[in-house]
């Protein structure tokens, strides 16, 4: 399956991270990831960080998966909100899980400046604000939760909204504690890290078509016929790990984005802010280094490659037009757009670890439009597990509550 077309900035940007090595011999290592994306580098790196000898494979050109085509705003937000979530699963599990993704923005950082590499990490605010009166109807409820429960948000009201960002909506939060990041440059500079430093091994454009496992350890197959011996596996292969799974734990759905050619920074809204809405779908808009603009949103359905691409122009003016109505003064033109697949669940939430009965298969599906927080918290959680540490997230991001 095709996981994006056009061209996302982020590939034009950095241009490609070209190594090649594809699996031409029976190879055995402790752990191998399926993956080479946000998810499976940062995998990786919680693996290699603990001494663990790991092993990444990808049937394509390292991390040209969905993680390419990212917008990678970096929220502490689920998809649904809190007091929707509280009411799906217990207020205190989505407590926990908005706190993991809280910890997270921080933790993606420290990563980082581990390394000594920064891939356009940048802490910014976020406004989430209502498209219209209904929307005000779940910030005020969203706003109760999340402050008796002591997470960052101030509430804003239409008036604070106009005078700070010169648009209307009837309220919004605010938070300071999001950042924006390029997935696609963080995966590679952690894979190129850890290949050069800590042993790791990377294979390219070789896939795993099967899998057995034979008492203690895992036999994987490639396409072109080679076997990888392991420990553990990680199923980190993003939109397309439904092969893995025993049942289809997820949605697929199509969204859209575009980056503008760069405007005057002056002209960019107050403190550049993360924004995006109440309403589903919801449009999602940041801003980059170089003072570009991209906006994302319009999601459908997915039902194959070839509908979600015809659409692309279409919905690309659908999101000219909106940011257009939000920002008039700012002389908006399109430079690149692009389409991507991504999943969901019902309740906005990843699923991290065992399927249950599959000891030592862990899957780091760090589903829903928050996908990347959910990553982080799958690389320690894999790590603590390879560790026999404890990790009260899987209460909350495991397999159990899909089979309850
Ligand atoms: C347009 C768009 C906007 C988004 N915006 C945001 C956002 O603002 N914030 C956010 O947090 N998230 C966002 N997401 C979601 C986020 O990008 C994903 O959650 C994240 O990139 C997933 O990373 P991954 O490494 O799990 O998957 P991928 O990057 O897709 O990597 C999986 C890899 O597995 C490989 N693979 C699959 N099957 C096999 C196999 N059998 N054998 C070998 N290799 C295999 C693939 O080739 C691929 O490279 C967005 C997604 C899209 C498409």
């Given at each position: 399956m095709d996981l994006y077309s056009g061209l996302p900035y982020w590939v034009a940007k950095?241009?490609?991270?070209?190594y090649f090595n594809p699996l031409e011999r029976d190879h055995s290592t402790d752990v191998l990831i399926i993956g080479s994306g946000i998810t499976g580098a940062l995998v990786a790196h919680e693996l290699c960080r603990s001494g663990i000898k790991c092993t990444v494979i990808d049937k394509r050109t390292p991390s040209t998966g969905s993680s390419s085509a990212s917008t990678a705003l970096l929220q502490y937000e689920i998809d649904v909100p809190l007091y929707k979530m509280a009411g799906m699963i217990g207020g205190e599990k989505a407590l926990l899980a908005y706190q993991c993704c809280l910890q997270a923005i921080s933790d993606v950082r420290d990563v980082f400046e581990s390394i000594g590499?920064?891939?356009?990490?940048e802490r910014v605010p976020s406004l989430f604000y209502a498209s219209n009166k209904k929307g005000a109807g779940i910030i005020e409820k969203e706003y109760e939760i999340r402050r008796k429960n002591g997470l960052p948000t101030t509430l804003l009201s239409a008036k604070d909204i106009k005078e700070m960002y010169g648009f209307d909506a009837p309220a919004g939060l605010l938070n300071d504690a999001s950042a924006q990041i390029d997935a696609y440059l963080a995966a590679t500079v952690l894979l190129d890290f850890h290949m050069t430093k800590s042993g790791l091994t990377l294979f390219t454009h070789s896939q795993i078509v099967e899998w057995n496992k034979k008492k203690s350890e895992y036999e994987l197959l490639s396409d072109n016929g080679h076997k990888i011996k392991c420990k553990y596996v990680v199923v980190?292969?993003?939109?397309?790990a439904g092969t893995f799974l025993p049942e289809k734990v997820m949605q697929l759905t199509s969204t859209y984005a575009l980056v503008s050619e760069p405007v005057f920074p002056e002209l960019i809204w107050q403190g550049r802010s993360l924004l995006w809405e109440t309403k589903e779908p919801y449009i999602y808009i940041r801003t980059t280094k170089d003072n570009r603009i991209i906006v994302g949103g319009e999601d459908e359905e997915f039902r194959d490659p070839v509908k979600r691409d015809k659409l692309l122009r279409k919905k690309t003016e659908k999101l000219e037009k909106k940011i257009q109505a939000l920002f008039p003064h700012i002389p908006f033109k399109t430079s690149m757009a692009w389409c991507g697949t991504f999943s969901s669940t019902k309740d906005g939430l990843p699923y991290i670890g065992e399927w249950p009965g599959r000891e030592g298969m862990f899957f780091a599906l760090g589903y829903g439009g928050n996908g990347i927080t959910f990553s982080m918290n799958a690389a320690q959680m894999i790590r603590n597990r390879i560790l026999e540490k404890a990790d009260k997230r899987y209460q909350v991001f495991g397999f159990e509550r899909y089979q309850k």
């Open positions: 950095n241009s490609l991270y070209n590499v920064n891939p356009d990490y980190a292969a993003g939109f397309e």
